[in-house]
């Protein structure tokens, strides 16, 4: 089972820093099966990143992914004001139990 | 636009069953398998399992197996899911999500991320 490992737990930053979101696999996920989400109170996940690299359609270019194996981060470089949510990382599915998600970082307003 | 339009909250009792729906439309119904996600209050995200529109196969989180039961209707473009035997531990919003296949085993689409989501569905245990 492919455990993912979110750090921190909660990141406090003001709005125009950089905020630096952590991603660790218990065992390497092949082909950069990795996907990033955010999640603001009272609404459904909404897809970022996919293949741990790449934009979803929409997505500004200030949200970027990055990471390969075990190791991958989200990197949102100029905070908005309507970034600050939950993130949660996801990997792709192995066998069992299949698909999981990480348990998610907070980013909240300092 | 893609849209997954969910069925509305439920309240049941410990050991009662419940059944959500998902009605797809913007796209090719069978063309995507549809997943389901929920969410218990205050908690993260934890996948149930997933129904190929096109065949109607399915497949589930281990811990679900055995209590919850995937299907489709393609005259329609619902997915539902029906889970059995609720306790408390089931209360949670329950979302289902429009499943892009990344990756393949044995020629079967095996890895997903979710590209649409549904609002979600509050499912209430209480006695």
């Known amino acids: 089972e492919i455990v993912l490992t979110q750090s921190p737990g909660t990141l406090s930053l003001s709005p125009g820093e950089r905020a630096t979101l952590s991603c660790r696999a218990s065992?390497?996920?092949?082909?950069?099966?990795l996907a990033w989400y955010q999640q603001k109170p009272g609404q459904a996940p909404r897809l970022l990143i996919y293949?741990?690299?790449s934009r979803a359609t929409g997505i500004p270019d200030r949200f970027s992914g990055s990471g390969s194996g075990t190791d991958f981060t989200l990197t949102i470089s100029r905070l908005e004001p309507e970034d600050f949510a939950l993130y949660y990382c996801q990997q792709y599915g192995s066998s069992p139990p299949g698909i999981t998600f990480g348990g998610g970082t907070k980013v909240e307003i300092k | 636009q893609v849209q997954l339009v969910q069925s509305g909250a439920e309240v049941k009792k410990p050991g009662a069953s419940v059944k959500v729906s998902c009605t797809a439309s913007g796209y090719t119904f069978t063309g995507y398998y549809i997943h389901w996600v929920r969410q218990a209050p205050g908690q993260g995200l934890e996948w149930v399992g997933w129904?190929?529109?096109?065949?109607?196969?399915?497949n589930f989180a281990q811990k679900f197996e055995g209590r919850v039961t995937m299907t489709r209707d393609t005259s329609i473009s619902t997915a539902s899911m029906e889970l059995t035997s609720l306790t408390s531990d089931d209360a949670a919003v329950y979302y289902c999500?429009?499943?892009?296949?990344?990756?393949?085993?044995?020629?079967?689409?095996?890895?997903?991320?979710?590209?649409?989501w549904g609002r979600g569905t509050l499912v209430s245990v209480s006695s």
């Open positions: 065992q390497s996920i092949g082909w950069q099966y």
């Open positions: 999500a429009r499943g892009v296949a990344a990756g393949y085993s044995f020629g079967l689409p095996t890895y997903f991320y979710f590209d649409f």
């Open positions: 293949g741990a690299l």
């Open positions: 129904v190929n529109p096109k065949s109607g196969g399915t």
